[in-house]
């Protein structure tokens, strides 16, 4: 399943873009000159890096980078200290996330270490993360647990999606097409469980949605059609589906070869957008009715942050159109996310982690891509994003994903 493939060029350009920028502590600006020889303050991301055909990590540390420029030209944070950026790959295993985990807590200038993608490596890491005290930050990773997770005090903060909202925005948007009985074609992980839980949650409730079944498949199952058709069997008159891309691709090749009356609307969870989807699906794609929920679209962002955004975009790669930008939740997440540690650094007025988890819960607002948080965090509120951010999308004939009109 995860050989790799050649990739798009403009793929390849990005991770050579970061590849020219791996050893950047200040980049060139008004205030790099200043913090050259200052202590660096180093922010970890631990990521799926290297995972065949995944750009997830890739655009979490783009969107990382590209604040940490706008930092750094600004004079850095604590009256001059360079932001710089340390990556360690998981390979989106476990006990490698675990050990980068360990290996980030015991150096001494990392104040915090942004996540990837993967649900499951972040839930197993959460022992180790609470042991250690590491301020971690979730910009992709949209499980429940992985904030009501039981820590007092809580070091793990989400600027990203909740399986709990995503869900029922889902369901929403299939109720709101007509498509009343659903059926839920999970993966058979910590993260098909989540959604799981909240669909049937949001179904107590509503009258007028049920769902008729739930089928489970493996990482890596090469075959997804007949789980597809049990659901059909019973009615199902679209389908939830909870994949990352590679199964995804699958499914929607397989659908795309059935029947047209056997070609049910797919609703899909967002972990399809974190690599190479529309290259894997092909044509078979605009074959399918095929939506993913989004928290995010650069299409829909405000004219000010979005055009200083693609000026440091330009300054730092080659990428020069919002419809380059690959994995854009990725990017936007951690674009915004890094903007508002280094606000809670400033407000800390140290290094110190524990000092700067709790200026995360005292940041009055920040102006983002995203949205404008105000305030981003409260004690009692770790998550950055509500239902307001939650929008579904589909994919453009040229395999950009562009929002749907409300």
Avoid: C
């Amino acid at each position: 399943m995860h050989h790799s493939r050649s990739q798009p060029e403009h793929r390849r350009r990005q991770l050579l873009a970061l590849g020219l920028l791996s050893g950047l502590v200040a980049p060139f600006g008004s205030g790099a000159a200043d913090n050259a020889g200052k202590t660096p303050v180093v922010i970890g991301i631990d990521g799926e890096f290297g995972l065949a055909n995944s750009t997830s990590a890739q655009a979490v540390e783009l969107g990382v980078r590209a604040a940490a420029a706008e930092i750094n030209a600004a004079g850095g944070v604590l009256g001059g200290r360079p932001i710089e950026v340390i990556t360690k790959d998981h390979r989106s295993m476990p006990a490698r996330g675990i050990r980068n985990i360990e290996e980030f807590a015991a150096m001494p200038n990392v104040v915090a270490v942004f996540g990837g993608r993967f649900s499951p490596v972040i839930i197993e890491q959460l022992p180790k993360l609470k042991e250690t005290k590491l301020l971690f930050l979730a910009v992709w990773s949209s499980a429940d647990i992985i904030v009501d997770n039981g820590m007092n005090p809580n070091f793990i903060y989400r600027l990203s999606l909740r399986d709990s909202l995503a869900m029922p925005t889902m369901l929403k948007s299939a109720r709101q097409r007509k498509l009343n009985k659903v059926g839920l074609l999970l993966t058979n992980t910590s993260w098909g469980r989540s959604n799981l839980a909240a669909a049937e949650k949001f179904v107590e409730t509503a009258s007028d949605i049920r769902i008729v079944r739930t089928t489970w498949y493996n990482w890596r199952d090469t075959t997804l059609v007949d789980k597809y058709l049990k659901l059909l069997e019973v009615g199902a008159e679209a389908v939830l589906l909870v994949a990352n891309d590679d199964e995804a691709a699958v499914l929607v090749k397989e659908v795309a070869a059935l029947p047209a009356q056997k070609r049910v609307p797919i609703l899909s969870h967002w972990g399809i957008t974190g690599g190479e989807f529309v290259k894997q699906a092909g044509p078979a794609l605009h074959q399918v009715d095929f939506t993913v929920i989004q928290t995010f679209s650069f299409f829909n962002a405000a004219r000010q942050p979005l055009e200083k955004f693609m000026r440091t975009l330009s300054s730092i790669s080659d990428i020069r159109r919002i419809e380059d930008i690959q994995a854009p939740v990725g990017v936007a997440h951690a674009y915004d996310m890094m903007h508002i540690l280094a606000r809670a650094i400033d407000l800390a007025a140290t290094t110190d982690r524990p000092a700067v988890r709790d200026a995360l819960e005292k940041v009055r607002e920040h102006r983002g891509l995203v949205k404008h948080y105000k305030p981003p965090f409260t004690p009692a509120r770790h998550e950055a994003l509500g239902t307001d951010e939650l929008l579904m999308a589909r994919y453009r004939e040229d395999g950009v994903l562009i929002p749907i009109k409300k």
